[in-house]
């Protein structure tokens, strides 16, 4: 079990510019989810993928997100058209089942739009 | 609407004293757990407890309990003994299946403890 890993670690992009986020679950972890924190919040869920299926998603989640979970493995979360709003720490989280299973997270990816 | 309050921004405990963080909740699935998270400066979150809302003991994992009032709708998160390293942000969260949601977690704002030595 070497938890979940987030990449890269920080990123730094000009406005209207698209990023890409990559999350590696842990491997028997079935779920994925996606959440973004902002400075003094709660982490918001975002998305979330049961395998390689995607089936939730937040209103937070503009047209301008899309996330993907190709063969049920690791996930990536694009932005396109990227705004100052966007700027937050964006946490990847995996679980196996629900009821009383918690969610691990991983270190998170901190974007930041100039 | 599912909702996750913590009413306490930041806490000061002294080291080695107990501590309480507040979290009351509100739902209307009958099936829903609760869960305590740590966040220390660093940014990494940590799963701490899990509270069931059919659980007749309130949770308790080493230094971490867990006061659940099922009528009042209320799991605050006790940590005994506080140590420096208890500094951190904490969050309580809540699942249910309200409104079909699958399984996600819903976060209160967070309490911000500071363990003065």
């Known amino acids: 079990d070497t938890g979940v890993s987030q990449n890269p670690r920080h990123k730094i992009t000009k406005r209207g510019q698209n990023v890409t986020f990559r999350c590696d679950p842990i491997?028997?972890?079935?779920?994925l989810y996606w959440y973004r924190q902002t400075l003094g919040q709660g982490p918001e869920f975002l998305t979330y993928?049961?395998?390689?299926?995607?089936?939730?998603k937040s209103r937070l989640l503009s047209d301008r997100f899309s996330a993907e979970r190709p063969k049920g493995s690791f996930s990536t979360l694009e932005i396109q058209r990227t705004e100052q709003g966007d700027s937050a720490m964006y946490l990847c989280?995996?679980?196996f089942g629900t009821g009383s299973s918690p969610l691990h997270f991983g270190n998170g990816t901190r974007l930041t739009v100039t | 609407a599912q909702k996750i309050t913590q009413t306490q921004p930041g806490m000061f405990v002294q080291e080695k004293e107990a501590v309480t963080l507040d979290c009351t909740y509100d739902?209307?699935?009958?099936?829903?757990?609760l869960f305590w998270y740590k966040q220390p400066s660093s940014g990494e979150v940590i799963f701490l407890i899990y509270?069931?809302?059919?659980?007749?003991q309130n949770a308790t994992e080493g230094r971490y309990s867990l006061n659940f009032q099922k009528a009042r709708k209320s799991a605050n998160l006790v940590i005994s003994a506080s140590q420096l390293g208890d500094s951190a942000m904490y969050f309580c969260?809540?699942?249910?299946?309200?409104?079909?949601?699958?399984?996600?977690?819903?976060f209160g704002k967070g309490t911000k403890l500071s363990v003065k030595p």
């Open positions: 989280a995996s679980s």
């Open positions: 491997s028997e972890h079935n779920r």
């Open positions: 993928f049961q395998n390689e299926a995607q089936l939730e």
């Open positions: 739902t209307s699935d009958p099936s829903y757990g």
């Open positions: 509270q069931g809302s059919y659980d007749q």
């Open positions: 969260a809540m699942r249910d299946n309200y409104g079909g949601s699958q399984g996600n977690l819903i």
